[in-house]
């Protein structure tokens, strides 16, 4: 025997979340809230009645209806899928072929890099500018040059937290003739979405998940937005039986309550603007923040030459954020977290950095 693993794959490590307990997590922009009482007994119902010994259905009708009343669309525009993320691992495997350029961005959510370099894509990183925004006729300049491939990027971004205007993200769309994908993960915290005009264009696929606004990252659910054409070549592609039938039971259920899960959203939207207004306020005492971002979602970025060190000394002090390289990305949480990493942090940079 003399396998061996391939050049793609070789050098591969299993993705690794944060381990061990923290008394405050704010690392994965998840949401704080979890479902309440009255709604888990709904779900508890729901599940009950699941035949588990049968396959899912395919297309997860009754809960495409679901999110298509949340956004006020049609359900024939949706695929849903196993989380965003499988999605995006579909669209970048079937809709580029080998050696066609997938353009992402240097400060952008890293799995669209990584699906294309699984799919053998010629990867192509555009840069942002010093202050982290998009200079979109930049990018059409670059991207026009073909007319394959396809462009990906987060708007809201994860991490920079910074939004791209609707106007300028249509301008965008219209000047080139590749796919973009377009991922609006955040967009619940913001009112800049094309979600509601897919159907106008023959390059877009609008991506969501359930995992940030509404607060279900642990059953894994997401949906792609696109014109019928694009949708129907979609759900050809993707495996069969992608959602099981527990998340589609369980979205059906929560994503039926509107009102709640919009109640929600301002809260989250309300305690970014808190933690936001906390962490411009330890910037000017400590200028070792030396930027705070203006958020359009549910976390902060800042810009600091001491991420590891600080987010190292939080972690000390059992509080979990996200570090990147001269970066920190910190999550919106309940009034007690925030209150808590404020304080912490605030003593980490007391003592130095
Ligand atoms: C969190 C996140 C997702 C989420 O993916 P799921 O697989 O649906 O949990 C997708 N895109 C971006 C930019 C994200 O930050």
Redesign the pocket.
């Known amino acids: 025997m003399s396998y061996s693993l391939n050049r793609k794959i070789a050098g591969l490590t299993p993705y690794e979340p944060l381990s061990g307990t923290y008394r405050v997590r704010l690392d994965?922009?998840e949401s704080f809230y979890t479902l309440p009482e009255t709604l888990l007994e709904k779900v508890g119902k729901a599940v009950k009645v699941i035949s588990f010994n049968r396959y899912p259905d395919p297309y997860a009708a009754e809960l495409c209806r679901a999110f298509a009343n949340f956004y006020g669309l049609s359900p024939e525009f949706l695929t849903a899928?196993?989380?965003?993320?499988?999605?995006?691992n579909i669209i970048v495997t079937a809709f580029s072929l080998k050696g066609e350029p997938c353009y992402s961005f240097a400060e952008?959510?890293s799995?669209y890099r990584f699906y294309g370099e699984l799919a053998e894509c010629e990867r192509v990183i555009l840069p942002k500018r010093d202050d982290l925004t998009i200079d979109v006729d930049e990018v059409i300049r670059r991207v026009i040059q073909t007319d394959t491939g396809m462009l990906l990027f987060?708007n809201p971004?994860?991490p920079t937290s910074l939004g791209l205007k609707r106007e300028e993200v249509r301008r965008l769309i219209r000047s080139v003739n590749c796919l973009v994908v377009l991922?609006e993960?955040?967009m619940d915290f913001w009112d800049q979405s094309l979600i509601d005009e897919v159907e106008e264009y023959d390059n877009l696929i609008l991506?969501k998940?359930?995992?940030?606004a509404f607060g279900m990252?642990g059953i894994?659910?997401?949906f792609a937005v696109a014109n019928p054409l694009i949708t129907n070549a979609l759900r050809a592609v993707k495996s069969p039986y992608n959602v099981n039938s527990v998340t589609q039971a369980i979205g059906t259920v929560v994503l039926r309550e509107k009102e709640l899960l919009k109640s929600r959203i301002n809260e989250l939207i309300g305690s970014r603007k808190e933690l936001e207004k906390e962490l411009l306020a330890l910037a000017g005492r400590y200028p070792v923040l030396r930027t705070v971002y203006p958020s359009v979602t549910n976390f902060v970025f800042i810009k600091t030459e001491k991420a590891r060190e600080i987010s190292a000394a939080l972690e000390q002090r059992s509080v979990a954020v996200r570090c990147f390289d001269g970066y920190l990305r910190i999550t919106a949480g309940s009034q007690e977290e925030n209150c808590i990493l404020v304080h912490e942090l605030g003593g980490v940079l007391k003592e130095g950095v």
């Open positions: 994965a922009n899928g196993n989380g965003s993320d499988e999605l995006i952008d959510f799995m987060s971004c994860n991922d993960a955040y991506l998940t359930c995992s940030k990252a894994r659910l997401g």
